[in-house]
T-cell receptor, first 113, second 116 residues
């Protein structure tokens, strides 16, 4: 079983719509969780950390369900510039830094005008 | 945010040659640097963890004699792909972390290696 699983998509969504992605992880000892964004042939960039209480950053909302080992990302009022691959990322230790991260394959989002 | 650079951004080489990739943290001292590899349509996979002044720790299945890592200073780590073969063609990305408060990893722009 893969450690971090995501629906690869692509998700084709009209501009202005709301879109949600999910991700499941297999390591119950995972401590920290993130969503990264990766544009084609570029490095991943941190979009947001994910906290148990859920957190929001502008149009983006992330939620974590530890019992189900499930992470979600919601994008409201989607923009053309949101088109990218969204990577679900898990760390076995608290914090995102001191240990290698485990990446999902990513969900490809295409926002259509 | 913190800046990490990689050089070269792209390299094409013949089979059997060695390729060195540099990863630099430009505005902070990186206690730890990580090397990842990403094949087309695949997830980033951690290859090794490199701590300044000590030997790198390699993930299972990654040959340490083939992928030589040197982290000689707090701002520079190098990955050398020795005797590269076509199956080594991939996108190599480094990231850097600092014990001084940056509790996230900052990624370099990546190096696209093509071995003919």
């Amino acid at each position: 079983r893969k450690e971090v699983e995501q629906d690869p998509g692509p998700f084709n969504v009209p501009e202005g719509a709301t879109v949600a992605f999910n991700c499941t992880y297999s390591n119950s000892a995972s401590q920290s969780f993130f969503w990264y964004r990766q544009d084609c042939r570029k490095e991943p960039k941190l979009l947001m950390s994910v906290y148990s209480s859920g957190n929001e950053d502008g149009r983006f909302t992330a939620q974590l369900n530890r019992a189900s080992q499930y992470i979600s990302l919601l994008i409201r009022d989607s923009k053309l510039s949101d088109s990218a691959t969204y990577l679900c990322v898990v760390n076995a230790y608290s914090g995102g830094g001191a240990d290698g991260l485990t990446f999902g394959k990513g969900t490809h989002l295409i926002i259509q005008p | 945010g913190a800046v990490v650079s990689q050089h070269p951004s792209r390299v094409i080489c013949k089979s059997g040659t060695s390729v060195k990739i540099e990863c630099r943290s430009l505005d902070f001292q990186a206690t730890t640097m990580f090397w990842y590899r990403q094949f087309p349509k695949q997830s980033l996979m951690l290859m090794a963890t490199s701590n300044e002044g000590s030997k790198a720790t390699y993930e299972q299945g990654v040959e340490k004699d083939k992928f030589l890592i040197n982290h000689a200073s707090l701002t520079l780590s190098t990955l050398t792909v020795t005797s590269a073969h076509p199956e080594d063609s991939s996108f190599y990305i480094c990231s850097a972390w600092s014990s001084g408060g940056l509790d996230t990893q900052y990624f370099g722009p990546g190096t696209r290696l093509t071995v003919l």
